[in-house]
């Protein structure tokens, strides 16, 4: 059975602090996603990883995936109030399969 | 549509009630999910269809629970006598090969 987890669960930090999200799942793929869910809205993809190597940026957000340690990172860099959120991956096997999300609270 | 969209976005019942909940996925995607999703929770997986297989039910979780996907587009979901433990927010999403989109939910409170 494909397993995927994340960890931290739940991150607290203060802002201008750089931390990194992990992910790790269990069986081959080469297929990984990372979504953002702000509290009380649907999840918002933030980058689509497809192949072993990938690194994707977004202002203060960069994912990398390295497919043979199975292995997603999420770094934040000088971490700002608004990247506050619950933050998932997601594994393509035959379906989509998720981590628990990792919820992350940055302060002022 | 440009989104994947789903209604009601909320949606009161009382116990006992069926209730239906309609997703229109984005045009061309062949997958389709449903998620369950409590407050603070993560996502709780309830059903997937892939093009014309046959759909991926194990996540349902009783015979209340019931889902079809129409001519490859349009799903509905049915809860047949909700319970209040059915209370939550359900998501759709479609995905094709960059992983999938979601709409904005439908919150669903049983009363």
């Known amino acids: 059975e494909l397993k995927v987890e994340q960890n931290p669960l739940f991150l607290s930090m203060q802002e201008g602090k750089n931390y990194t999200i992990y992910c790790n799942y269990s069986t081959t793929s080469d297929r990984l996603y990372w979504y953002r869910q702000d509290p009380g809205k649907s999840l918002e993809s933030l980058f689509v990883l497809l192949s072993n190597g990938a690194v994707k940026q977004e202002g203060r957000l960069m994912a990398s995936l390295d497919t043979k340690a199975r292995l997603s990172t999420l770094h934040i860099t000088a971490a700002v109030h608004d990247l506050s959120a619950t933050y998932f991956c997601a594994v393509d096997s035959y379906q989509l399969i998720w981590g628990a999300g990792t919820k992350l609270i940055i302060k002022p | ?111």
């Open chain 2, 1 to 111: 549509g440009a989104g994947v969209s789903q209604s009601p976005s909320n949606k009161v019942t009382e116990k006992g009630k069926d209730v239906e909940l309609r997703c229109d996925p984005i045009s061309g995607h062949t997958a389709l999910y449903w998620y369950r999703q409590s407050l603070g929770q993560g996502l709780e997986f309830l059903i997937y269809f892939q093009g014309n297989s046959a759909p991926d039910k194990s996540g349902l979780p009783s015979d209340r629970f019931s889902a079809e996907r129409t001519g490859g587009s349009v799903s509905t979901l049915t809860i047949q006598r909700t319970q209040q433990e059915d209370s939550a927010v359900y998501l759709c999403a479609s995905a094709f090969d960059r992983g999938a989109f979601f709409g904005q939910g439908t919150r669903l409170t049983v009363v």
